[in-house]
DNA sequence: GTCAATTCACATGAAAGAGACCACGGTCTAGTG
DNA sequence: CTAGACCGTGGTCTCTTTCATGTGAATTGACGA
């Protein structure tokens, strides 16, 4: 046996590697050049090109669905501008939907702080000082402040506009520096629910960055797998497999990138040295299972056994089941491990919070007579099914 | 048959409580010179 | 004398409960043709 893994090690190590360098696929990665964004580009850099003469520029709202680039041309931006000139410039990059920088306004203002080289704790003290230090921090010197806020429609969600609409106001109070926003989201229905005020001052200039179509992230993929893949390991019908698939999904460059970097590792965990296109395929499905499979398992306890609860009728050939059933099932499911039942209210809450996660699909249905309920779905497939049923029985069943 | 009232089974909202975490400042304690 | 341990207070955060109100169509029952 350790002979075995003895040579399976040395073989690993003598066999090419498909990967040149797979940190080109990361889509954390910001490429020296930018494909298919020109226009965009130069938009933003004529917005915010007075903060370098340490003029306030406008704010902005920077508008597109997910993967098309705007995070990346904004961090792209942003790098460049402080490379030009960082003398009364700064620029705050905040990606919203990251849970420890920003779902409460103090976290909000704490991440700012710490990027503004000020940390302070992470809790403890109370909001208003934060303001105040941030105040003080930013006035203190002639300076611009870019704060960019990614998934922008996120926070709003979570803790609503009281920290744009304190950030705007701020700006009128400082006397030697100014803050520009600039909003960046997928979502533009948000705006609505937001206090007229703060709605017209963010948007005082607007961009959409449209989706890529299957060409343009052809190139986008050709450029990256260039850097990141051996030359004879992929060909253009991979590549164009990869595209294609994105291209339907709204023309995510980051599903793209993905794909590609899983059909490498695919490709390569099975030996051969050419991605063909059944990895493409095969790395579509590991994506979706992993996603999915993943997000169930790291769950809380009391939305896994809600979970559960839902697999377990659907195993017993109901297709629809209502917030009732899932209830009952559930309390019985507590009683039988010991866990305390929480109520029908919360219950329904999470499977609320389920269905966001697209685990499940839920439509609120009224019965007449029979009342008003949610009628819930599964939105799984088969595979993630039977592997989270059995990983959700090892757990919850004794 | 028609129409409005009723009724069901929850959805949805608002508020508030519990318990965890944490910072801060003051007090106590033990080790040091 | 001082560093560090140990409180108490006051703050936030998350998860949850409690209480209140809303909702849409099947059902019911009164009514008139």
Not at 153 to 170: H, P, Q
Not at 201 to 216: C, D, G, K, R, T
Not at 363 to 382: F, N, W
Request: with cysteine.
């Amino acid at each position: 046996m350790q002979e075995k893994l003895r040579n399976y090690f040395s073989q690993y190590m003598n066999r090419d590697s498909i990967f040149r360098d797979k940190n080109y696929l990361n889509h954390n990665h910001i490429p020296t050049e930018i494909l298919h964004r020109d226009d965009q580009i130069s938009y933003i850099a004529k917005v915010l090109a007075p903060s370098l003469k340490v003029q306030q520029p406008s704010n902005l709202f920077v508008y597109g669905t997910t993967g098309t680039g705007k995070s990346l041309v904004m961090k792209y931006i942003f790098n460049e501008m402080m490379s030009t000139n960082n003398n009364g410039l700064n620029t705050i990059y905040i990606n919203c939907k990251l849970r420890k920088t920003s779902d409460t306004e103090y976290r909000m203002l704490s991440y700012m702080l710490k990027e503004l080289n000020f940390p302070v704790p992470e809790t403890g003290l109370p909001t208003e000082s934060l303001y105040n230090k941030l105040f003080e921090l930013i006035d203190s010197k002639q300076q611009i402040i870019l704060l960019a806020l990614d998934e922008l429609d996120a926070m709003i969600n979570k803790i609503g506009d009281g920290l744009l609409y304190n950030l705007t106001r701020i700006n009128s109070d400082l006397k030697n520096s100014k803050i520009s926003l600039i909003g960046i989201s997928n979502d533009i229905s948000f705006t609505e629910s937001l206090d007229p005020r703060v709605k017209s001052s963010l948007s005082e200039e607007e961009i959409i960055f449209p989706p890529y179509n299957a060409l343009q992230l052809k190139d986008i993929l050709f450029k990256r797998a260039k850097n990141s893949l051996k030359q004879e390991s992929y060909s253009e019908a991979v590549i164009s497999k990869c595209a294609a698939i994105a291209a339907q999904e709204q023309g995510d460059a980051r599903r793209a990138l993905d794909l590609l970097r899983v059909s490498a590792e695919i490709a390569e965990r099975e030996e051969e040295d050419k991605i063909t296109e059944k990895h493409v395929t095969h790395a579509e499905q590991k994506l979706e299972l992993d996603r999915v499979v993943e997000l169930a398992k790291t769950q809380p306890r009391h939305s896994q056994l809600t979970i559960y609860s839902i697999l377990k009728l659907f195993a017993k050939d109901q297709e629809k089941m209502l917030t009732g059933d899932v209830y009952e099932v559930y309390v019985n499911l507590c009683k039988k491990n010991g866990y305390r039942i929480l109520t029908q209210r919360r219950i329904s809450d999470l499977i609320s919070e389920l269905d966001m996660l697209g685990l499940i699909s839920t439509k609120v249905v009224s019965k007449g007579r029979y009342g008003r309920t949610r009628e819930i779905k599964l939105a799984i497939a088969k595979k993630p099914y039977d592997i989270l049923k059995n990983y959700f029985a090892d757990l919850y069943e004794l």
